[in-house]
């Protein structure tokens, strides 16, 4: 038997946190690869829940270790050109006084100069205020 499954449309899946220190700054990181702030998140790979994936991202790119809460946002992100639409997740990722990356570095897609670099440096970090605050 053929699993029906298997023939539907696929989707892109990215996850991610949303994480703030005491006063409501949310934590944004500026990624080398593109000229915007954004909050941390990855790419959901096979057979990874989204949780797992805002997990490993974080422990990835900021070197810290989280324990995500609530879904807090289901996002569409329509197609544009060289990208297929998606879905972003965003989850809970608490308040705390301790948002600053545990080490210098960072993964390797996030502070290269460009794919396939081979020099990375460190991601920049910051906390911003909610818009309007």
């Known amino acids: 038997m053929t699993d029906f499954t298997a023939t539907l449309p ?26 915007d702030w954004e909050l941390p998140r990855g790419v959901v790979e096979a057979d990874e829940s989204p949780r797992d994936t805002a997990i490993r991202e974080i422990g990835e790119e900021l070197g810290l270790a989280v324990s995500p809460g609530r879904l807090l946002v289901v996002d569409w992100v329509p197609p544009r050109e060289g990208r297929t639409e998606g879905l972003m997740l965003l989850f809970d990722g608490g308040s705390s006084t301790r948002r600053r990356p545990a080490r210098s570095g960072c993964h390797p ?25």
């Open 10 to 35: 696929r989707k892109r899946i990215g996850a991610g946190l949303l994480m703030t220190d005491l006063t409501g700054r949310a934590l944004l990181v500026e990624p080398v690869y593109k000229p």
């Open 109 to 133: 897609m996030s502070c290269a100069a460009g794919p396939g670099a081979t020099d990375s440096k460190p991601s920049n970090t910051s906390l911003h205020s909610p818009l309007g605050a």
